[in-house]
């Protein structure tokens, strides 16, 4: 008897645990456009070059080269969304503050990595590219409200060419699934505690990782650590539920070799895929 309520207690757990991490099965958007080509993470870059991450020069390269363009979208203190990576300003521009402690203007008076090149406004980047390359953009959201997602929308909506949205924030991925159900939204995951995060609890943390808040957000596709890409939640939003799964960073050919097996969409750094095959029809 006592064996029989745990197989059933046990039972119900990984039932609960399938249903948590499942992403969107119905009505589900074309993801096609997106597994076209490969992605240079923050634009083509190079730190030590003009062309610094998220900067104007490093998405005018990666359109040339005809590259997608992962970026990171968050906003100023006067609510105005501008691409730039982290939360402090410190790594790339030098100077002490958080990007939501400076208006815009305020922020063009830092530049990037010691370059002639500025934090864009979004608005500034989808006029550079216009539709000529797919977008993942990537909404930072620190904190409780997905504030930057409405805003950010409003100039998606009259874009023209093809993007889809991402966040390790499950709000922003809520955020579209209530309000824009068309657009292709990615929940995006990593070890959070392995990578040093400390901000939050572990709790929220292991769930984080684990994706299990699927079943409110209900992302089209999931980005994830590629080295990570055994995790048993990655693998079963790819191989039970079908969901395209993006690899996020590579930073050589071999490792974007190896990450075909696996994933659907590659985000690439630290150098300049020289053949970038069929990598996008092994869903």
Not at 60 to 82: M, N, R, T, W
Request: charged content about 25%.
């Amino acid at each position: 008897m006592i064996l029989l309520i745990a197989t059933g207690i046990l039972l119900l757990l990984v039932i609960l645990y399938l249903l948590m991490i499942m992403p969107r099965m119905m009505h589900r958007p074309d993801i096609t456009p997106f597994k076209s080509v490969l992605y240079a993470h923050r634009g083509l870059h190079d730190n030590f070059s003009p062309a610094p991450e998220n900067s104007m020069a490093a998405f005018k390269k990666a359109v040339d080269a005809g590259f997608g363009i992962e970026l990171d979208v968050q906003l100023s203190k006067d609510k105005v969304p501008v691409v730039f990576h982290d939360s402090t300003l410190d790594r790339i521009c030098g100077v002490e503050g958080r990007v939501e402690d400076f208006t815009y203007e305020e922020l063009q008076q830092f530049s990037l990595c010691g370059t002639a090149e500025k934090i864009p406004k979004f608005e500034d980047f989808l006029k550079l590219v216009d539709g000529k390359v797919p977008l993942i953009i990537e909404y930072k959201i620190p904190g409780g409200v997905a504030e930057v997602c409405p805003i950010a929308d409003k100039l998606l909506q009259a874009y023209k060419g093809a993007y889809c949205i991402e966040s390790f924030n499950p709000l922003g991925v809520l955020w579209y699934r209530r309000n824009r159900k068309e657009v292709v939204r990615g929940q995006l995951a990593d070890n959070f505690i392995k990578s040093g995060e400390n901000t939050l609890s572990p709790l929220l943390y292991f769930a984080l990782h684990h994706l299990m808040f699927n079943f409110l957000t209900k992302p089209d596709f999931i980005a994830y650590n590629h080295f990570l890409y055994r995790d048993l939640s990655r693998r079963l939003c790819r191989r039970l539920y079908r969901a395209p799964a993006a690899a996020w960073t590579i930073k050589n050919e071999v490792e974007l070799k190896e990450s075909r097996k696996e994933f659907d969409m590659f985000i690439f750094d630290s150098f300049v895929p020289v053949t970038a095959g069929d990598f996008g029809q092994n869903a």
